[in-house]
Nanobody, 115 residues
Framework: VQLQASGGGLVQAGGSLRLSCAAS??????VGWFRQAPGKGRDFVGG???????SYTDSVKGRFTISRDRAMNSVYLRMNSLTPEDTALYSC????????????WGQGTQVTVSS
């Protein structure tokens, strides 16, 4: 399984970005988005399952939306009302079973939000 995140960039506070995660290889059960801010650990942002169920960390609820195409080949992270605290390296990851770890990781894409 290969994953590749794209779509990052520089945006002003209050702006929006849409990240994309391209997945190839085996069909994933779930794709998650993670982010790592400078000097901090990697945090879960949200995820989407193959049946379309989504989950989000509290800090992004109501601002971020995850969607996917039917085949889970593309997963999107729409980010609205961005703040400087959202600045991080965003990565997507996948797992084959809901009970397994996120075993497949793509290279991240940088999101920088200016104040």
């Amino acid at each position: 399984v290969q994953l590749q995140a794209s779509g990052g960039g520089l945006v002003q506070a209050g702006g929006s970005l849409r990240l994309s995660c391209a997945a190839s290889g085996r069909t994933l059960c779930e794709v998650g988005w993670f982010r790592q801010a400078p000097g901090k650990g990697r945090d879960f942002v949200g995820g989407i399952t193959s049946d379309g169920s989504t989950s989000y960390t509290d800090s992004v609820k109501g601002r971020f939306t995850i969607s996917r195409d039917r085949a889970m080949n593309s997963v999107y992270l729409r980010m609205n009302s961005l703040t400087p605290e959202d600045t991080a390296l965003y990565s997507c990851a996948g797992r084959l079973l809901s009970t397994s770890q996120y075993n497949y990781w793509g290279q991240g894409t940088q999101v920088t939000v200016s104040s």
